[in-house]
């Protein structure tokens, strides 16, 4: 029932920029908490961001912070992923995640199984 689309991945060198995006269906958009994922080949799926449903609260994966940026628009039911800085490291088909669970208390929920909606992923290639 609920629908989650990425879209702008691609292939770039590295130190260029990419920004992700990721459209979502239904009307309970802004209760969800949106998370970006990565799965590298021969790699399991990483958590990459996290953002609250408000968009006041946000959190990064340790490899990606300083360089990455998740936001929401919760009119327009979609989350965006501005890559920065792009290393070889980052190439990975990136996934788009809807958490609906009510509550979390003060925790992000960083784990694959916390999530409920996915995405197809886009794949990002960043070549040396």
């Known amino acids: 029932q609920v629908q989650v689309v990425e879209s702008g991945g691609g292939l770039v060198q590295a130190g260029d920029s990419l920004r992700l995006s990721c459209a979502v269906s239904?009307?309970?958009?802004?209760?969800?908490?949106m998370g970006w994922f990565r799965q590298a080949p021969g790699k399991e799926r990483e958590f990459v961001a996290v953002?609250?449903?408000?968009?006041?609260?946000?959190d990064y994966a340790d490899s990606v912070k300083g360089r990455f940026t998740i936001s929401r628009d919760n009119a327009k039911n979609t989350v965006h992923l501005q890559m920065n800085s792009l290393k070889p490291e980052d190439t990975a088909v990136y996934y788009c995640?809807?958490?609906?669970?009510?509550?979390?208390?003060?925790?992000?929920?960083?784990?694959?199984?916390?999530?409920?909606?996915w995405g197809q992923g886009t794949q990002v290639t960043v070549s040396s």
């Open positions: 239904g009307r309970t958009f802004s209760t969800y908490t």
């Open positions: 953002i609250s449903w408000s968009g006041g609260s946000t």
């Open positions: 995640a809807a958490d609906s669970a009510y509550y979390r208390g003060p925790y992000f929920p960083r784990h694959s199984y916390q999530y409920d909606y």
